[in-house]
């Protein structure tokens, strides 16, 4: 149950060990797709593969939005961590388990009765058609788990611990293995079976995590008592957090976009795409684990009044991932179909994937400097600009590249993969515009709302 206290000591260390653990926590949770569709691929065809690779992508875009939400407990947490205000850490606690069951209840209904327009405006391929509901379905039904698992994963992050939520998402990711051999491999339940192993995975570590809770507690008092509706602090959370989720909806939603733009170019593009999304998420593991980390290290600095120690752990970060960021874009862009084996045994997928990946490996570089700018951002409160920002990359750029592009005649996968380096490189533009005219407005003020003890 340590936890860091990032107001004082070094920089480059204290960063490392916080974001080593969630690193290796974004790598199983990132398993869990990639399983499904590793052992799909291997034990299914490619209207299987399709179908996988479709519904996970929506289910992480879901998850995408309840992990921006949460963002706005990790920031206050943070930040109350930072100005030693305990008190104010058990009710913000007790609003976001309140909030967060409310918001399961929403989008689990959402996702059930929206399923088929959802997979029908992903162009879906109709081989692939309802192998993808049954799919997102079951997902669904374990909504309750990804809020649960993406909420204590949040309240401990903002605490300063990042190994209790990677050692809940080894077990779900062993479960989950374990599950889709058994179900996809042995069972041959194809897609379905991937799901339900998925939901399982989850409802085990999220278990596990609560009896954890229960019997080592928390670094301040907490009781049942303190699950409250609590109105300043779910105003708080929903002030940061809603931006935050609004711009991982609309993230997922601009690569969902480009998903369905691809699909409608045939069924090897469709799983080759769908593959490729897979790819990215371990490729970047490094700049989300240190955008993740640098949220914590900002508020925790913002909290205790010490910015210009926000900022230098912004420039740490950056310098030491941008070494990651170049490696993996030189894997990525030799031996890209070494990675797409991985996932599938058919030729043409493999080289459909080996091209894409020739264009989007420049995003490895990017991303390093985008994702520590967005960590510094969300951990000074200003997840607003975060949305813009985000919105703007999507829908001024990327998405109409994508569209664009698949017009072109003949159309190849590299051209088309050069879609997400373009947004980066203008969401980069967009980072250092604002932190320069903000560099002499933000103040050494926590941007939370603090109570006194």
């Given at each position: 149950m340590k936890s860091f206290d990032f107001t004082k000591g070094g920089y480059f260390f204290p960063l490392i060990k916080f974001t080593v653990p969630i690193l290796f926590a974004i790598f199983l949770q990132a398993m869990y797709g990639a399983v499904d569709l590793m052992v799909v691929g291997h034990f299914g065809d490619a209207s299987s593969i399709s179908a996988v690779a479709i519904g996970s992508q929506v289910m992480q875009t879901i998850t995408g939005i309840i992990t921006g939400l949460t963002m706005g407990t990790t920031i206050m947490i943070g930040q109350i961590m930072g100005a030693k205000q305990t008190k104010q850490a058990e009710r913000t606690v007790g609003a976001s388990i309140c909030l967060f069951a409310v918001v399961a209840v929403i989008v689990t209904i959402i996702m059930m009765v929206f399923v088929t327009p959802i997979v029908k405006l992903m162009h879906t391929p109709e081989v692939a058609f309802d192998k993808s509901i049954q799919y997102i379905l079951i997902c669904s039904a374990g909504t309750v788990f990804i809020v649960a698992y993406n909420l204590i994963s949040g309240i401990f992050r903002g605490i300063g611990n990042s190994k209790l939520p990677l050692f809940f998402v080894a077990i779900a990711c062993f479960v989950n293995i374990i599950g889709d051999l058994l179900?996809?491999?042995?069972?041959?339940?194809?897609?379905?079976?991937?799901?339900?192993?998925?939901?399982?995975?989850?409802?085990?570590?999220?278990?596990?995590?609560?009896?954890?809770?229960?019997?080592?507690?928390?670094?301040?008092?907490?009781?049942?008592?303190?699950?409250?509706?609590?109105?300043?602090?779910?105003?708080?959370?929903?002030?940061?957090?809603?931006?935050?989720?609004?711009?991982?909806?609309?993230?997922?939603?601009?690569?969902?976009?480009?998903?369905?733009?691809?699909?409608?170019?045939?069924?090897?593009?469709?799983?080759?795409?769908?593959?490729?999304?897979?790819?990215?998420?371990?490729?970047?593991?490094?700049?989300?684990?240190?955008?993740?980390?640098?949220?914590?290290?900002?508020?925790?600095?913002?909290?205790?009044?010490?910015?210009?120690?926000?900022?230098?752990?912004?420039?740490?970060?950056?310098?030491?991932?941008?070494?990651?960021?170049?490696?993996?874009?030189?894997?990525?862009?030799?031996?890209?179909?070494?990675?797409?084996?991985?996932?599938?045994?058919?030729?043409?997928?493999?080289?459909?994937?080996?091209?894409?990946?020739?264009?989007?490996?420049?995003?490895?570089?990017?991303?390093?400097?985008?994702?520590?700018?967005?960590?510094?951002?969300?951990?000074?409160?200003?997840?607003?600009?975060?949305?813009?920002?985000?919105?703007?990359?999507?829908?001024?750029?990327?998405?109409?590249?994508?569209?664009?592009?698949?017009?072109?005649?003949?159309?190849?996968?590299?051209?088309?993969?050069?879609?997400?380096?373009?947004?980066?490189?203008?969401?980069?533009?967009?980072?250092?515009?604002?932190?320069?005219?903000?560099?002499?407005?933000?103040?050494?003020?926590?941007?939370?709302?603090?109570?006194?003890?």
């Open positions: 179900l996809v491999g042995i069972f041959n339940l194809d897609a379905a079976g991937a799901a339900i192993a998925t939901v399982f995975a989850q409802a085990i570590s999220v278990i596990l995590s609560l009896i954890i809770i229960k019997t080592k507690g928390l670094p301040f008092t907490f009781s049942r008592k303190s699950i409250r509706f609590h109105p300043m602090e779910i105003a708080n959370i929903l002030k940061f957090g809603t931006p935050l989720a609004f711009q991982d909806m609309l993230t997922n939603l601009s690569f969902l976009i480009i998903t369905a733009i691809v699909n409608s170019l045939g069924l090897v593009a469709s799983a080759a795409i769908g593959i490729n999304e897979k790819i990215a998420i371990f490729i970047m593991l490094i700049p989300m684990s240190y955008m993740s980390s640098v949220s914590t290290f900002s508020a925790q600095n913002i909290g205790a009044h010490k910015s210009e120690r926000a900022k230098k752990g912004m420039y740490y970060a950056i310098s030491s991932s941008l070494i990651f960021g170049i490696i993996c874009f030189v894997f990525s862009f030799w031996y890209g179909h070494i990675l797409a084996g991985i996932f599938s045994n058919d030729i043409e997928v493999i080289a459909a994937c080996a091209e894409y990946m020739k264009s989007y490996s420049i995003d490895c570089v990017l991303v390093c400097f985008l994702f520590c700018f967005i960590g510094y951002f969300n951990g000074c409160g200003n997840t607003v600009f975060v949305l813009v920002q985000g919105m703007l990359s999507a829908f001024l750029v990327r998405i109409p590249f994508s569209y664009f592009v698949s017009k072109i005649p003949e159309v190849s996968m590299l051209q088309i993969g050069f879609a997400p380096p373009i947004s980066t490189v203008f969401s980069i533009i967009l980072c250092i515009i604002y932190f320069k005219i903000k560099r002499q407005v933000i103040s050494n003020e926590p941007t939370a709302i603090m109570y006194k003890e």
